[in-house]
């Protein structure tokens, strides 16, 4: 093998390597991206879901208020689960601290 042919041949195995390889890198890319979506997606429903529920449990306790039902309200188990997704809303991704509802709401 003359060194002009070992140079074509050195030349097209770099090629191709660096051609799978960019694939590679492409595809898991692509991969991460689509996965960091279905994430961030999933975080802002259950944001939108803990919202909802604790927009419910104020409006069902101003009715129990109004309607003078369940008594003790600190002790019902409206509290008690509001309690619970607010301690869930402090908890971040990145480590911040947030209330889902301010603190004037807490009554």
């Known amino acids: 093998?003359?060194?002009?042919?070992?140079?074509?041949?050195?030349?097209?195995?770099?090629?191709?390597?660096?051609?799978g390889?960019?694939?590679?890198?492409?595809?898991?890319?692509r991969h991460q991206v689509r996965d960091q979506g279905?994430?961030?997606?999933?975080?802002?429903?259950?944001?939108?879901?803990?919202?909802?529920?604790?927009?419910?449990?104020?409006?069902?306790?101003?009715?129990?208020k109004v309607c003078d039902?369940?008594?003790?309200?600190r002790d019902s188990a409206a509290e008690k689960t509001r309690r619970r997704f607010r301690g869930n809303s402090r908890r971040t991704i990145d480590g911040t601290v947030r209330d889902a509802v301010p603190a004037a709401a807490t009554g």
């Open 1 to 19: 093998m003359d060194q002009g042919v070992a140079a074509v041949l050195g030349a097209a195995v770099g090629v191709i390597g660096t051609l």
């Open 21 to 29: 390889t960019a694939t590679l890198t492409y595809l898991a890319t």
């Open 38 to 64: 279905r994430v961030d997606h999933a975080k802002v429903l259950r944001e939108e879901r803990k919202a909802a529920y604790l927009d419910f449990l104020e409006a069902a306790e101003s009715c129990s």
């Open 69 to 73: 039902f369940g008594g003790n309200l």
